[in-house]
């Protein structure tokens, strides 16, 4: 009986033993022609294999630099794409920079900044201040649901100056204009609460009623 721990070490274990018994006989063949059209063969038994792979963008692509790490970077043969370096596949992802949104800021979201910018390109008109004015509502929404209290209008006009570099300023004008949608949707569930609980409370009555006639 032949142990794991005897074998030749997996280079890429979700491809399998079978597949990595292959690409080790692939490179033992005497010629390139032939090595190479074995090759073809492993990565389209690779791809036949795992099949989820198609869905990926140049699947074709990834499968050949599969190959090539099965082969432990050691493949000599004709490959449709140039293999990847050691270093290059050890080379670590460049770090990702962090959003734009930070500190006192960051619970705005990043669909905030997007609005800015649309408003920004806006020419000065009717279309421009309706946008400023539901992008200053829900900056509202925002930092109440964050921060679970009440904000000034002064803080959002404030937030929003200083998140468009000053070029959307509402210091000028007294206050916000209420959401119709948001305060009409809160309207109606707390109407649909009330008349829940009234229908609850009537059929309690009637349910102690016909117990009491049935006595």
């Known amino acids: 009986m032949e142990y794991n721990t005897k074998r030749t070490q997996l280079h890429m274990p979700e491809y399998g033993r079978i597949i990595q018994n292959l690409v080790e006989r692939c490179k033992e063949l005497s010629t390139k022609e032939e090595r190479s059209e074995m090759a073809v063969a492993i990565v389209d038994f690779m791809g036949q294999r795992n099949p989820q792979l198609r869905d990926e963008e140049n699947y074709k692509h990834k499968l050949w630099d599969h190959l090539f790490i099965l082969s432990n970077y050691d493949l000599d043969v004709d490959a449709p794409y140039p293999f990847p370096t050691i270093e290059e596949l050890q080379e670590k992802p460049k770090r990702m920079e962090y959003p734009k949104l930070q500190g006192d800021f960051k619970f705005y979201g990043k669909s905030i900044l997007q609005l800015i910018d649309k408003a920004i390109e806006l020419e000065a008109g009717d279309e421009k201040d309706a946008l400023i004015q539901v ?34 300023d509402l210091t000028g004008i007294d206050s916000l204009e209420k959401s119709k949608i948001y305060y009409a949707t809160n309207r109606n569930n707390k109407t649909g609460g009330k008349s829940s609980t009234n229908q609850n409370n009537q059929n309690k009555r009637r349910n102690f009623q016909h117990n009491k006639n049935r006595k």
Do not use: C, G, P, T
């Open 135 to 168: 992008i200053a509502n829900n900056m509202k929404k925002s930092y109440n649901v964050y921060n679970k209290e009440h904000v000034q209008d002064e803080v959002i006009f404030r937030h929003l100056k200083d998140l468009s570099e000053n070029r959307l």
